[in-house]
């Protein structure tokens, strides 16, 4: 039972990546839009470009991160030898 809700939690594909990226940034940008109106000026708008930032790091960690599972799952099943 666990272990079906747990696999919720995990990303799996480069789509599913995409989707909680796209969400990330929908809410950075709103945060930053919070921000130029709380801090007008240059201090606003510094606020604004670190949440894009983020997003920015966020995604690109979690992109590489699939990229390295995948790989090192292909490696695990080329290692193992098929049994017919």
Do not use: C, N
């Not at 272990?3 to 919720?8: D, E, F, I, S, Y």
């Not at 920015?56 to 599972?69: H, N, P, V």
Request: glycine letters at 10%; hydrophobic letters at 50%.
């Amino acid at each position: 039972m666990w272990q079906k809700v747990k696999r919720l939690f995990v990303i799996k594909t480069r789509f599913e990546a995409y989707l909680i990226i796209y969400a990330l940034a929908l809410g950075a940008m709103t945060r930053g839009a919070h921000y130029t109106v709380e801090y007008p000026g240059v201090g606003g708008y510094l606020l604004f470009a670190a949440t894009a930032g983020a997003v920015f790091l966020g995604g690109a960690k979690i992109l590489d991160a699939i990229r390295y599972e995948q790989d090192a799952k292909k490696a695990e099943e080329a290692e193992t030898p098929a049994s017919d």
